[in-house]
């Protein structure tokens, strides 16, 4: 079993990575341009304008840019709680303000550590966490910048108001966040910090509204990647339970938690027949997220498993492949021996196949993830 490491001396490890190769200016200009890089459903290429150490610089770079965002964090909050796969959380008024979307749990909170006027700026926070667009070019959850409100909100048929009615106008954030603040305003004290927060829930069908919203992206791919729509549902909910600003430490961006330095490089030769990476906004984007996860699974199916020849037994194997690579899937039969692996995975019927991949993968999460994937689908057969 891998030794574990809390989120913050991972972090801090991570920052210590030396960035060699690169001119300060380099560093810069890469990061800056990696930010533009969305033209309508194109992904410019990126490696275009990256420092020539390629992709990992850029990487290193945003693994030292929230290490840094979390000592801000630990002063203010004495926590480090940032934005992960199934947690939305963004900071803004000089960090002294958080929104915590929680899209497993269904439960928001929104708070505040200033200490002068705490229920205005608590307010402040409350509507504007209410009207946060979909948008990825206006929510910025690696500093404390404030959100760019207009469009339609990400929170938008996730959370209705006191009277039930759904929330995309000012004056209806206003005036829900007053009635949160009559109704759900608390304290608590965290070492010598007082936090003021309310915390309210989502509608109880958020998930299905959420599946709802992306359901045609999903079909429109499914059909043109021949993978299956439960599939591709159960692998959205098992990574970012829905959650299309979700984040990792790896970096992985978006619903389907996409790296572009190695699934999202794949998936860009194959759309568009030239090398390119796509980007963290890119990939917030549901309709491109959803379109690169399934490309991927594509790929898995018919270059990296290819060779398996029973379907459910290659879907087994995809959906592993999707979480740790294929090449860890093919080490669980016969380790360095694509060919050998592959005969002893044919020679076994699909029940055998699976169970000897929950027992042997190198992983445990993706032992899990495996059966927790096939058991999601469960739930989307009626969507086939």
């Not at 490491?5 to 972090?11: A, E, P, Q, Y």
């Not at 029940?351 to 469960?378: A, C, G, I, W």
């Amino acid at each position: 079993m891998p030794v574990k490491f809390s989120r913050r001396n991972f972090l801090v490890l991570l920052a210590a990575l030396p960035l060699t190769g690169c001119t300060a200016r380099q560093i810069r200009r890469g990061i800056a341009t990696a930010g533009r890089q969305i033209v309508g459903d194109v992904v410019v290429p990126v490696l275009t304008y990256i420092p020539a150490k390629g992709v990992a610089v850029v990487d290193q770079l945003v693994r030292r840019q929230v290490q840094a965002m979390v000592r801000k964090i630990v002063k203010h909050w004495n926590d480090d709680q940032v934005a992960s796969e199934r947690v939305y959380v963004k900071y803004t008024d000089q960090f002294k303000s958080r929104a915590i979307v929680d899209f497993d749990r269904g439960l928001i909170r929104v708070e505040t550590v200033r200490e002068q006027n705490p229920r205005q700026n608590l307010k402040k926070a409350i509507v504007a966490t209410l009207l946060t667009p979909e948008d990825p070019r206006a929510v910025d959850l690696l500093s404390d910048r404030a959100v760019t409100i207009g469009g339609r909100p990400f929170l938008y048929r996730l959370v209705v108001d006191q009277d039930g009615e759904e929330i995309s106008e000012t004056r209806q954030a206003e005036r829900y966040a007053d009635y949160l603040l009559r109704t759900a305003h608390q304290r608590e004290k965290v070492g010598r910090i007082i936090r003021h927060f309310v915390s309210f829930a989502m509608v109880r069908e958020h998930r299905g509204n959420q599946r709802l919203r992306f359901h045609n992206y999903v079909l429109v791919n499914a059909r043109r990647f021949n993978q299956p729509v439960p599939l591709i549902f159960a692998i959205i909910e098992a990574e970012s339970s829905f959650n299309p600003f979700a984040m990792s430490h790896v970096p992985a961006y978006g619903l389907m938690q996409i790296v572009p330095a190695s699934a999202g490089r794949d998936v860009h030769q194959l759309l568009y027949n030239r090398p390119g990476t796509p980007t963290r906004d890119y990939l917030f984007i549901p309709a491109n997220n959803i379109q690169m996860g399934v490309a991927y699974l594509h790929i898995l199916n018919t270059r990296y498993l290819q060779g398996v020849t029973h379907p459910l037994s290659r879907q087994y194997c995809v959906i592993a492949g999707y979480n740790t690579g294929s090449g860890n899937v093919l080490a669980a039969f016969y380790r360095n021996n694509r060919t050998k692996a592959l005969k002893r995975i044919n020679r076994l019927p699909p029940r055998e196949v699976y169970s000897h991949l929950v027992r042997n993968l190198p992983f445990q999460e993706t032992r899990d993830y495996l059966s927790k994937v096939v058991r999601l689908m469960n739930n989307y057969q009626n969507l086939a």
